[in-house]
T-cell receptor, first 117, second 116 residues
């Protein structure tokens, strides 16, 4: 089956530092990847859509300068949380859609838990 | 009004019972409906996927969609303790409705506990 990995699985950082989270599709190529954020006991909220070779599309209310997304290849998208603050502490989850055959199923990664001190 | 409403629970039932989970939504443009299972501190796992109104069965799981009522359900038969998890409904207009892929709109999730 389609497998999506995320690295790291958890990270603790100091306020003001930047953190990079990787999302990889291990056995398929993905032209589109999505980044979601989930606060405790809350739903997954779409943050941005990442398309290979183009700029990411951010949802309303998500600061593009704070959450930098790079989708440099068909198997890798990265989310960088810049100048992280405690309110950025959350569970970040990516998903990917296989490029071929054309499908409408998103495969989710295991998530990255970010704690900002 | 939120786009997708889902009772967060917890919902506690005895082992072997039939579980009924449901969501309501407000956006009539949603056409694809999914149910995901999420264990604590893990990513969501796709359980069921349906398009438009109707029923779909897969083993112990049955998904129902009633677009006229904007109401979707997931039934779990012969529930097992291993089914204890958070169940999230999700929906989308269409993966390529706008020319590009759309992200999913999730419900808050229902925390299900199956008592042995």
């Amino acid at each position: 089956g389609a497998v999506v990995s995320q690295h790291p699985s958890w990270v603790i950082c100091k306020s003001g530092t930047s953190v990079k989270i990787e999302c990889r599709s291990l056995d398929f190529q993905a032209t589109t990847m999505f980044w979601y954020r989930q606060f405790p006991k809350q739903s997954l909220m779409l943050m941005a859509t990442s398309n290979e070779g183009s700029k990411a599309t951010y949802e309303q209310g998500v600061e593009k300068d704070k959450f930098l997304i790079n989708h440099a290849s068909l198997t890798l998208s990265t989310l960088t949380v810049t100048s992280a603050h405690p309110e950025d502490s959350s569970f970040y989850i990516c998903s990917a859609i296989p490029a071929a055959p054309r499908t409408d199923t998103q495969y989710f990664g295991p998530g990255t838990r970010l704690t900002v001190l | 009004q939120k786009e997708v409403e889902q009772d967060p629970g917890p919902l506690s039932v005895p082992e072997g019972a039939i579980v009924s989970l449901n969501c309501t939504y407000s956006n009539s443009a949603f056409q694809y409906f999914m149910w995901y299972r999420q264990y604590s501190r893990k990513g969501p796992e796709l359980l069921m996927y349906t398009y438009s109104s109707g029923n779909k069965e897969d083993g112990r799981f049955t998904a129902q969609v009633d677009k006229s009522s904007k109401y979707i359900s997931l039934f779990i038969r012969d529930s097992q303790p291993s089914d204890s998890a958070t169940y999230l409904c999700a929906m989308i207009r269409g993966m390529y409705s706008g020319g590009g892929a759309d992200g999913l709109t999730f419900g808050k999730g229902t925390h299900l506990i199956i008592q042995p």
